[in-house]
């Protein structure tokens, strides 16, 4: 696999790492300087709902982890798939809830598949 896409999939990783950490361990302190648009009495009673989606982010970059370390046969299958989660999560959060989410997930995903599919 190029170093571009693998640049591009441990930030990827990296963002998604961050991401379980707010919603499982930080939804109430960061969450609402992150999600601005949620009102605040709703962090705490969503907090057990945000920690299980905080762990499907976890998934997420737990794959993009292997892809990158796995050997050369398994790395770009991995890839694809696993980049491909996170360009159709992007996609659908930017459809159902911000579109920033796109920009935020999908896009880089997006971009590293491209990368891959170029080599």
Not at 58 to 70: D, K, Q, S, Y
Not at 80 to 109: E, H, K, M, N, S
């Amino acid at each position: 696999m190029p170093l571009a896409a693998e640049i591009l999939i441990g930030l990827i990783a990296a963002l998604h790492l961050y991401i379980l950490w707010m919603e499982m361990f930080a939804w109430e302190s960061r969450g609402p300087k992150v999600f601005r648009a949620v009102p605040k009495d709703l962090f705490a009673s969503t907090k057990a709902m945000m920690a299980n989606q905080g762990l499907y982010n976890g998934f997420l970059a737990a794959g993009l982890i292997w892809a990158l370390v796995a050997g050369p046969e398994l790395a770009r299958p991995l890839a694809i798939f696993f980049l491909g989660c996170v360009a159709i999560a992007g996609i659908y959060g930017a459809l159902t809830a911000a579109r920033r989410i796109f920009w935020i997930q999908g896009a880089p995903a997006l971009l590293a598949l491209a990368v891959i599919g170029l080599s």
